[in-house]
């Protein structure tokens, strides 16, 4: 009998969108949107076809409560995952838009990695990353007569 190993690690980046126009590293306003970047890495020492990647992604967000709404996240290349261009983007980013209404601090998704299979059963990681909002998009509008200098 052969014993064989398999386990599976992964790395989340979320960040503020390119196009949002005051974001500062992790900080942002509410109301823009945000990107995400999974990247898996299974390790086994099985034949590769005894086993598979992680298939599959699913992103959570706090505006519903991590329960009630999630994405599935879209195959960008082996072990490689991010949203899909969202319909709703001007630019049809692949993007998730915080809510206006979300309160200044800690912004923070949830992402489960699943679908890796073995001959035992699927394994799966859960993994978190966060971006903190300070004040809304409508502090980066100004109606009024333009300033005279």
Do not use: C
Not at 4 to 31: C, F, H, Q, W
């Amino acid at each position: 009998y052969t014993n064989y190993n398999a386990s599976l690690t992964g790395d989340i980046s979320l960040e503020p969108d390119e196009k949002s126009p005051t974001a500062d590293g992790e900080v942002m306003r509410s109301g823009y949107g945000v990107n995400i970047n999974v990247s898996t890495y299974p390790t086994t020492n099985a034949p590769s076809s005894h086993v598979t990647n992680a298939q599959n992604v699913i992103t959570y967000f706090p505006e519903f409560h991590y329960d009630t709404y999630w994405r599935l996240l879209d195959t960008r290349g082996y072990g490689e995952f991010a949203f899909k261009e969202n319909k709703y983007s001007t630019f049809n980013s692949r993007v998730h838009f915080t809510p206006l209404w979300f309160p200044d601090g800690r912004y923070s998704v949830y992402s489960e990695i699943i679908d890796m299979w073995t001959p035992d059963g699927m394994l799966r990681i859960n993994l978190n990353d966060d971006v903190t909002i300070d004040g809304d998009l409508y502090m980066d509008w100004h109606i009024g007569p333009k300033r005279s200098e």
